[in-house]
């Protein structure tokens, strides 16, 4: 079962991407170099994207819900990961990159947006000089 779950390249990332291509936006992908390895790298806006699974790093929304088996390894997992995400977010923006985070809710679920709404919300993040951005589903 988990081999099957991707770590890249998930359908909310490929649906975002292709949306702010047809936009215009270029970007490079999972740069190594950044911390997190940003699901998208906007080096011209000295932005990145990051496009987050609500359930891999605990967003709290209607898609996640604490696993009832193995409850200390998902609680030690999920913790750790938000941990991981707060920690590269900080380092990010101390070297003076901007930071969005689009959740999965936000995409899919009865909570979802409509999607040129996301995309105007990252289209007017990118121009901008916002720090920060995070799209969460409707709440």
Not at 32 to 42: A, E, H, M, R, S
Not at 46 to 62: E, K, P, S
Request: aromatic fraction near 10%; hydrophobic fraction near 30%.
């Amino acid at each position: 079962m988990m081999s099957g779950i991707r770590g890249a390249d998930t359908r909310p990332e490929l649906q975002l991407r292709s949306g702010l291509h047809k936009r215009g936006f270029r970007y490079r992908l999972h740069s190594k170099g950044l911390p997190g390895k940003p699901d998208l790298v906007f080096p011209k806006y000295r932005a990145v994207i990051f496009v987050h699974g609500c359930f891999w790093h605990g967003h709290n929304c209607h898609l996640f819900k604490w696993p009832k088996s193995r409850e200390t390894f998902w609680r030690t997992k999920i913790n750790g990961n938000r941990e991981r995400d707060s920690r590269n977010n900080k380092s990010l923006l101390e070297n003076n990159w901007r930071v969005a985070t689009v959740w999965e809710c936000s995409l899919k679920g009865k909570e979802k947006k409509p999607f040129n709404l996301v995309l105007d919300q990252c289209t007017i993040w990118l121009r901008g000089t916002g720090k920060q951005l995070v799209i969460r589903g409707n709440e």
